[in-house]
């Protein structure tokens, strides 16, 4: 028996529509931090880089590894 189960592709959207307070950004920084063992400083260079969306500041972060770029976010 072989039984097909088809589920719907759905896609989170975790933009944000107004600039994040200084709080958010806190929250968003210590989450990026964490997932990244980056630093405050290039935490936030990511983040800001991406328009404080942290799923995209993620991807531009595993991007940068994988392209062995890391090195352009020690670069002010």
């Given amino acids: 028996m072989n039984v097909?189960?088809?589920?719907p592709n759905k896609r989170l959207n975790i933009s944000l529509e107004t600039t994040p307070?200084?709080?958010?950004?806190e929250n968003l920084t210590h989450i990026f931090m964490k997932l990244t063992?980056?630093?405050r400083q290039r935490s936030?260079?990511?983040l800001e880089e991406k328009d404080w969306n942290l799923k995209n500041a993620l991807e531009y972060f595993i991007?940068?590894?994988?392209l062995n770029h890391i090195d352009l976010?020690?670069?002010t």
């Fill in 21 to 25: 307070d200084s709080a958010l950004k």
């Fill in 63 to 66: 991007k940068l590894l994988k």
């Fill in 37 to 39: 063992d980056l630093d």
């Fill in 73 to 75: 976010l020690f670069t």
């Fill in 44 to 46: 936030e260079r990511c």
């Fill in 4 to 7: 097909k189960l088809k589920v």
